[in-house]
């Protein structure tokens, strides 16, 4: 699994973080954020992440910024794409099991670094369960498809 991770300036030191966690569990990332210092707008991070996982560049993606709210919020603006934020594991699952979110968004001010690797954990576990939640993710998608400019 290939991930793409992005952060603002008020996430860089949980994006380090989880970039660890991730070449310790061997997983693959490419980084789209913010670097040491750098003052970036997080609604163009999250453009890039998002575009990158929904071209299928990457099959999933990691979003930090403050809350995780602004990232997630701009990531779903993108066609395609279900972007969740996560704060606790039962989010973190069920937003890959009932939601098939392809980008998990988290909040450097709102959770430690302990937590967002258990997040993570989970999250990089977890499949679509399928089952009851295909026609929700099938009619999630009849509406993006619906509203989206051509």
Known sequence: MKIAIGC???AY???V???KHLDELGVEYDDFGAGEGDIVLYPD???SVAIAVAEGKYERGILTC???IGMCITANKIPGIRAAVCHDVF??????KSNNAQIMCLGERVIG???AKSLIDVWLKCGFAEGRSVPKVKRINEIDTKYRKK
């Open 8 to 10: 603002d300036e008020a």
């Open 13 to 15: 030191r949980l994006k």
């Open 17 to 19: 973080e989880i970039m």
């Open 45 to 47: 991070v999250a453009e």
């Open 66 to 68: 403050g809350t995780g």
């Open 91 to 96: 989010s973190a699952e069920r937003s890959r």
């Open 113 to 115: 670094v302990e937590l």
